[in-house]
């Protein structure tokens, strides 16, 4: 048995602890925002945090989330008013949708890290992720006026 | 109360037959197929929604629920087509609710998703669901205040009468409403009195996309779902020979391992019955990751699966067809295109005199194109829930055209149509891939035979692999000059695996005298399927490019010289079945002149290629502007000129035409499947590279002709021209023509990844 801490909640559960922390979340905790596009770490769409940094769930064991802080993007704010996703909803981000929780979640942390972000930032921060509907110049644009927001609250 | 309901469901009944009978539904033309007795049901509607039609339900309470008929997968449909509804049902915009529609296209219409067709074909009778659940409404108020229903007018989902000062919501009169006959006749709103309908509206699933809600076929549940993943052969051309599966089913989680024939010998396939394997062998077990783990432990002999006859439906009756049984390379499939190519071909149209025209010619300029296999690759995987019994079948997931699929399904399980539900998920991308149900025919039997509910998955190394591709195509073009360097023939010859990609009466045919066009292909066991823009998607690259080099042997401006060419196709038309209206091609050229700022020298330092095209009734130009940085190819900068008539949703809009050149410069860059041996050699992104951020350009401005003509699509129309305008902007940038896609490995581009 493993103990989990996703999202500030406690989980219990009962798998191997070579099972990737994309399938028990998705398979087991019925936290599905986080989503399968590649399994090999290619494509981003599997992006959450672990102790506040990026990582792909994919390939990530879930016994090394054992311990940690893991927040997915159902709990990346309480009422999806983070930054990022007020920015995702103003400029209308996404088409298909199901790249999406993996964009903000990476962008998440360029922004906590860098608080105004060049392009040249965001495409860095940003390569791991793909967009097959070509989402791209919303999301740099969304990323702009996230990390506006945040700074405007100070 | 009681007797309210018992009349209300009746009247649910009688208004669905009034729908069957063409009552409302007038635009609708293939009701005729459905009998009466098929698909009615009885609505367990709960009492406080009154149902006006098909797809308006009201409370008392005003609050005003309407349906998307047509499943979703990025158009943004969910939000365009209530929107059209709302319109002339003179809704609260902000106050509606939509919801996803069941699979019932007696009450909704033949929802599928494909061809850049869902607004164009449900804009009329949505429009007219809308204005006559309206009339209804008016009339209950007329009816109630004893006035003139001429007299009613509305507003945001309110009723007046001015005269004696009554007011009434929706809502108040939608139960009576719900009991007045439908109008036979309705009238529309003027387009230019729009207030919902082409002003920009958010998406109304964003909320739920960007907070993770399960949307998606990969995130449907259901109490005591299993996981099925099929091992299929490693390439083309094999099937299975033997397995063991004793360690598999050693293996934590596993509940079986078996084979499944998906069709019989001899079943007649339907146009999108299109499968690759017909044999599969089947992994169940409890979760995604135990499946992938008990896969590994298969050990599974493939064979040739030699030369197969297939059964496919015709227009004329079934007919059999041939399947190649050779494993196919990449090298020795060119090598044969090019024997092919110079073979007689099938004559597909001829104007005048071609022969003579090119004989008698004082320059012939000869271009050959060619563009590999390329993988949809949506990103969400293909998968597909089913729970199936011997009395009926539930069946949810990702599926363009759920009407297309039912009758094979009901085949497959030996069910009645009416005894199988077939509910719509959000799809993660579609792009004409998911209009091929072989997944949903394969979860559906696997749930048959283990007798649970289960959830087939594809890994993305399973769906890249799997076929249904964009097929491999080349095209010849040949221009013949006379001595002023005026264009007196043209000739094209494609070829593709296993079709070729010719449109015959596309452009510039009927703008030149002498013209030819021919087809020829190599039939193959790799599958293929619609892929954004059939036949266009590579056209469009080869006819754009060999416009350029034309223009640039006459001397000419590019823009120039097509609008030239349009001009005597308008004015002056050379044959019949000109399958495209020369002004609206050349309206979109000019306004992509004038904006992109053609020829003004604030641009000079860009490498600017330009291309137009029609394809799915709308007309598309785009100005792809280049740079080089450290001798690499930079598309920085994009302008686009659109005409698909009026514009439902314009931020939407132009967030799917942006979205359509950074697909149409990632494919054109790097897109591309090679074979050897049959087996694919690209099966996941590490291999098959997908444009990423820093590859797309930093703006796309996108302009739509202003026009009042009925929405003509939008999803496809894009996507062709990109590919064009990016060659000839490389031949700029780069100082050569590239005549093979992808354009990338010839630029010595170094992959991000």
């Not at chain 2, 409404?137 to 507003?155: F, N, R, Y």
């Not at chain 2, 330092?605 to 940085?629: E, L, Q």
């Amino acid at each position: 048995m493993l103990t989990l801490n996703i999202n500030k909640k406690s989980y219990t559960v009962d798998v191997d602890p070579d099972m990737p922390l994309l399938w028990v979340l998705r398979d087991k905790l019925g936290l599905v925002g986080t989503k399968y596009g590649c399994g090999m770490a290619q494509c981003g769409a599997c992006a959450v945090h672990l102790n506040g940094e990026a990582v792909r769930s994919c390939v990530t064991k879930v016994s090394r989330a054992v311990g940690q802080q893991v927040v997915t993007i159902e709990g990346l704010s309480e009422a999806g008013d983070h930054p990022l996703q007020k920015a995702w909803i103003e400029l209308d981000v996404p088409q298909c949708g199901y790249c999406q929780s993996g964009q903000i979640m990476s962008a998440a942390v360029l922004l906590r890290e860098n608080s105004n972000p060049t392009d040249q930032d965001i495409d860095a921060a940003m390569a791991g992720n793909i967009c097959r509907c070509g989402t791209y110049l919303r999301i740099r644009s969304a990323i702009h006026l996230a990390a506006e927001m945040q700074r405007k609250k100070g | 109360m009681g007797d309210n309901k018992i009349n209300y469901s009746r009247r649910s009944f009688l208004k669905s037959t009034a729908l069957a009978g063409g009552g409302l539904m007038i635009s609708f033309n293939w009701l005729s197929e459905f009998g009466q007795d098929d698909k009615i049901k009885m609505f367990d509607l709960p009492e406080q929604w009154h149902e006006l039609n098909g797809y308006i339900k009201i409370t008392p309470d005003n609050v005003i629920k309407i349906l998307n008929p047509n499943p979703e997968f990025g158009q943004n449909v969910m939000t365009s087509l209530p929107m059209i509804v709302a319109e002339e049902l003179d809704a609260e915009w902000q106050k509606v609710v939509v919801e996803m529609g069941p699979h019932d296209t007696v009450k909704l219409g033949p929802q599928f998703t494909g061809g850049s067709n869902s607004v164009k074909m449900y804009w009329k009778p949505l429009r007219e669901a809308g204005a006559a659940a309206r009339q209804m409404l008016k009339e209950a108020a007329a009816q109630t205040w004893s006035v003139p229903v001429e007299e009613i007018t509305t507003k945001g989902a309110v009723l007046f009468h001015a005269k004696t000062n009554r007011a009434g919501t929706y809502g108040e009169f939608a139960s009576k409403a719900s009991g007045i006959p439908i109008p036979k006749e309705v009238k529309l709103k003027d387009v230019k009195n729009f207030n919902v309908v082409r002003n920009s509206k958010k998406n109304v699933e964003g909320l739920k996309i960007i907070t993770g809600k399960p949307l998606f076929g990969m995130d449907y549940n259901q109490e005591g779902m299993l996981i099925a993943m099929i091992e299929h052969p490693p390439a083309f051309g094999m099937k299975l020979k033997s397995f063991d599966a004793s360690q598999t089913l050693q293996m934590p989680g596993v509940k079986d391992v078996f084979t499944l024939k998906l069709y019989e010998d001899g079943f007649e396939q339907g146009g999108f019955d299109t499968r690759t394997f017909n044999d599969l062998l089947v992994v169940v077990g409890n979760n995604t990751w135990e499946v992938m783990n008990a896969r590994k432990k298969l050990k599974a002999t493939w064979e040739p699966a030699g030369v197969m006859k297939e059964t496919v439906a015709g227009r004329s009756g079934k007919k059999e067809v041939i399947i190649p049984g050779e494993l196919e390379s990449t090298g020795a499939q060119f090598a044969k295109m090019q024997e092919y190519a110079k073979q007689p071909a099938e004559q597909l149209r001829k104007d005048g005199d071609p022969e003579t025209a090119f004989k008698n010619a004082a320059q012939v300029i000869e271009r050959t194109y060619n563009a590999p296999f390329l993988a949809h690759n949506c990103m969400e995987p293909m998968n597909f829930f089913a729970h199936v019994t011997d009395e009926k079948a539930l069946v949810a997931g990702p599926l363009q055209a759920p009407g297309w699929s039912e009758p094979t399904l009901a085949k497959l399980l030996n069910l009645p149509a009416d005894k199988i539900e077939i509910q719509m998920t959000r799809m993660g991308g579609g792009f004409g891939r998911r209009a091929y149900g072989h997944y949903l025919y394969e979860a559906a039997l696997i749930s048959k035979k283990v007798k649970a509910p289960v959830k087939l998955i594809y890994t993305r190394e399973d769906d890249m692999s799997y076929g249904i591709y964009r097929p491999m195509y080349t095209a010849t073009y040949r221009a013949a000059l006379d001595s002023n360097k005026k264009l007196i023939a043209f000739h094209v010859k494609g070829g593709g695996i296993p079709e070729h990609p010719i449109h015959a009466n596309r452009f510039p045919a009927g703008a030149v005298d002498n013209y030819l066009a021919e087809g020829w292909q190599i039939p193959s066991n790799i599958t293929i399927g619609a892929f954004r823009a059939p036949r266009s998607n590579f056209n469009a690259a080869a006819e754009q490019s060999f416009l350029d080099e034309l223009a640039e042997a006459m001397g000419k401006d590019p823009i120039d010289f097509r609008l030239e060419l349009l001009k005597r196709a308008k004015e002056n038309p050379v044959g019949k079945n000109n399958d495209y209206d020369a002004d609206r091609y050349a309206g979109v050229l000019q306004l992509v002149r004038e904006k992109s700022g053609w020829n003004k020298p604030e641009n000079k330092k860009y490498s600017r290629g330009v291309a137009a095209y029609f394809c799915h009734n709308s007309y598309a130009a785009h100005v792809v502007d280049m740079i080089m940085t450290n001798g690499q190819p930079y598309v920085e900068r994009v302008f686009s000129a659109i005409d698909c008539g009026i514009v439902v949703n314009p931020d939407a809009a132009t967030n799917m035409v942006q979205g359509a050149v950074v697909d149409g410069i990632g494919n054109a860059f790097y897109g591309g499947l090679t074979h050897k041996n049959g087996a694919v050699e690209q099966n996941n992104f590490h291999r098959y590279k997908i444009i990423r951020m820093h590859e797309a350009p930093k703006k796309i401005e996108v302009h739509f002709v202003q026009n009042d003509i009925d929405p003509t699509g939008l999803g496809e129309p894009p996507f062709p021209p990109v590919f064009g305008a990016v060659a000839n902007a490389l031949y700029k940038a780069a100082g050569k023509r590239l005549y093979q896609q992808p354009y990338g490995p010839q630029l010595n581009t170094r992959r991000a990844f």
